[in-house]
Antibody
Framework: EVQLVESGGGLEQPGRSLRLSCAAS????????MHWVRQAPGKGLEWVSG????????GYGDSVRGRFTISRDNAKSSLYLQINSLRTEDMALYYC???????????????WGQGTLVTVSA | QSALTQPPSASGSPGQSVTISCTGT?????????VSWYQQYPGKAPKLIMF???KRPSGVPDRFSGSKSGNTASLTVSGLQAEDEADYFC??????????FGTGTKVTVL
């Protein structure tokens, strides 16, 4: 059974940093691209970032490019998101998401975690 | 990249059909057959119900179907059931390792 368990969310002040983690199990982690998708309270889904199976190809949404960094450790079956220069508009539930493919091309999100909540407030 | 445009709401009576549109541009929906649809219940994570425009993952009822014409993709739910009441989001690959989601549609079963 595929499991994606996010952690690292919490309350942080604007301008500070956070590192989200996602522990994956139930599938061969290094065979698939992975993504972060966020959802602000009561709002729609927003693709944040994606990384190919071998970390060669990485993409970011316009609103986070330059502030967020995605990475993965295939040996630990883990996905990460480093969030710098937090803004109030970054407040959202962050989902760790598995792709059906090895690459970001196509971006088909077949399994989702339950999310970790990031709250940004002074 | 701008979000794909979906109607905020759609509704139908049990047994009827409802179709949700997802309009993008020639740089995303119009350029790639990589449109997916997700169903989300309140407080739950989204679930993949359609990919590559018209392919259904295992376990998704064949009441759900997908299509695309030009820059607009569509999801049709036939034989509407109470359990289909949920939010639906489309997404599209947009080239250069970018992805864009739709604005979301709340489907109500009357």
């Amino acid at each position: 059974e595929v499991q994606l368990v996010e952690s690292g969310g919490g309350l942080e002040q604007p301008g500070r940093s956070l590192r989200l983690s996602c522990a994956a199990s139930g599938f061969t982690f290094d065979d698939y691209a992975m993504h972060w998708v966020r959802q602000a309270p009561g709002k729609g889904l927003e693709w944040v970032s994606g990384i190919s199976w071998n970390s060669v190809y990485i993409g970011y949404g316009d609103s986070v490019r330059g502030r967020f960094t995605i990475s993965r450790d295939n040996a630990k079956s883990s996905l990460y998101l480093q969030i710098n220069s937090l803004r109030t508009e970054d407040m959202a539930l962050y989902y760790c998401v598995k792709d059906k493919r090895q690459s970001i091309v196509g971006a088909t999100f077949d399994f989702w975690g339950q999310g970790t909540l990031v709250t940004v407030s002074a | 990249q701008s979000a794909l445009t979906q109607p905020p709401s759609a509704s139908g009576s049990p047994g009827q059909s409802v179709t949700i549109s997802c309009t993008g541009t020639s740089s995303d929906v119009g350029d790639y057959n990589y449109v997916s649809w997700y169903q989300q219940y309140p407080g739950k994570a989204p679930k993949l119900i359609m990919f590559e425009v018209s392919k259904r993952p295992s376990g998704v009822p064949d009441r759900f179907s997908g299509s695309k014409s030009g820059n607009t993709a569509s999801l049709t739910v036939s034989g509407l059931q109470a359990e289909d009441e949920a939010d639906y989001f489309c997404s599209s690959y947009a080239g250069n390792d970018n992805v864009v989601f739709g604005t979301g549609t709340k489907v109500t079963v009357l």
